[in-house]
């Protein structure tokens, strides 16, 4: 069974820095495209970055400049490098991971991610 699993969340100050991971297992992340969402308090999920099977990564406007995603393949990781980070920001992170096109096959438990001023 794929399972994927966030770590690297935590409490920042606004225009910190803050580097997310999560390591898929069950299965080779170079089958899969990946994603991160986030949920901000009282908002809908809402989509970060899809990360596809060639390591390019498609981003929300809003976090387009301030957030890189990447993938580390040989070790199951996928990253998201979250820099210049704003109150906005503020959500629980999750994971992703498809075969196929959205929805998601899998997710994350989710981590959190708190930007303070």
């Known amino acids: 069974q794929v399972q994927v699993v966030e770590s690297g969340g935590g409490l920042v100050q606004t225009g910190g820095s803050l580097r997310l991971s999560c390591v898929l297992s069950g299965g080779t992340m170079s089958a899969y495209a990946m994603g991160w969402y986030r949920r901000a308090p009282g908002k809908q999920r809402e989509l970060v970055a899809l990360n596809s099977i060639e390591d390019r990564t498609l981003y929300a406007y809003s976090v387009k400049g301030r957030f890189t995603g990447s993938r580390d393949n040989a070790n199951n990781t996928l990253s998201l490098q979250m820099n210049n980070l704003q109150l906005e920001d503020t959500a629980v992170y999750y994971c992703?991971?498809?075969?196929?096109?959205?929805?998601?096959?899998?997710w994350g438990q989710g981590i959190q991610v708190t930007v303070s001023s």
């Open positions: 992703s991971a498809r075969r196929g096109g959205l929805p998601p096959d899998y």
